[in-house]
T-cell receptor
Framework: QQQVKQSPQSLIVQKGGISIINCAYENTAFDYFPWYQQFPGKGPALLIAIRPDVSEKKEGRFTISFNKSAKQFSLHIMDSQPGDSATYFCAAVHSGYALNFGKGTSLLVTP | KAGVTQTPRYLIKTRGQQVTLSCSPISGHRSVSWYQQTPGQGLQFLFEYFSETQRNKGNFPGRFSGRQFSNSRSEMNVSTLELGDSALYLC??????????????FGPGTRLTVL
């Protein structure tokens, strides 16, 4: 049973555009929501994370928007670059236990 | 600081065999988690070890097992391999469990192919 639903499955964005990836969850016990970036042949790497008491967190070109009442959160990549082409996973955790991952979004940023 | 290392990086086995994968966490990290990554199911949690004790376990059959040593290094074992066990097995380490926000650092994974 997938505890975190992620969309879209794939995304193509032009260089300089905004990439938006959405995730939804049901378990209100989740208290930490990280995003991971994975390049081919590599393990996932933490990109940015948010807690449910904050509605938005920005780090450079990456922003997480969090809607607690809707149980949804999203990743926005501003000024997308070809180097951002990777697979992105949202995840949710409660009480420091296992990461529950979404199924991933394959992002391609075209020149 | 060296990252999480996993050995071997690639492995080919046949059905019915067993396999052992190894993970060395980042120095000072005492918690090790294992995940299975497949195109169909994505990233799924296998188990987590802390201080040589299994702290948490995912929904996988008993053929999947693991252990952690006193130096925090961990191994996972899969017995009686099935074709569906073909996957990328990822190890992640963190300073300690039980704290949301304790970042997990992933290794590059071991690519297991079962023929």
């Amino acid at each position: 049973q997938q505890q975190v639903k992620q969309s879209p499955q794939s995304l193509i964005v032009q260089k300089g555009g905004i990439s938006i990836i959405n995730c939804a969850y049901e378990n209100t016990a989740f208290d930490y929501f990280p995003w991971y970036q994975q390049f081919p042949g590599k393990g996932p790497a933490l990109l940015i994370a948010i807690r449910p008491d904050v509605s938005e967190k920005k780090e450079g070109r990456f922003t997480i928007s969090f809607n607690k009442s809707a149980k949804q959160f999203s990743l926005h990549i501003m000024d997308s670059q070809p180097g951002d082409s990777a697979t992105y996973f949202c995840a949710a955790v409660h009480s420091g236990y296992a990461l529950n991952f979404g199924k991933g979004t394959s992002l391609l940023v075209t020149p | 600081k060296a990252g999480v290392t996993q050995t071997p990086r690639y492995l080919i086995k046949t059905r019915g065999q067993q396999v052992t994968l190894s993970c060395s966490p980042i120095s000072g990290h005492r918690s090790v988690s294992w995940y299975q990554q497949t195109p169909g199911q994505g990233l799924q949690f296998l188990f987590e070890y802390f201080s040589e004790t299994q702290r948490n376990k995912g929904n996988f059959p008993g053929r999947f097992s693991g252990r952690q040593f006193s130096n925090s290094r961990s191994e996972m074992n899969v017995s009686t391999l099935e074709l569906g066990d073909s996957a990328l097995y990822l190890c992640a380490s963190s300073l300690a469990p039980g704290t949301s926000g304790s970042e997990q650092f992933f290794g590059p994974g071991t690519r297991l192919t079962v023929l």
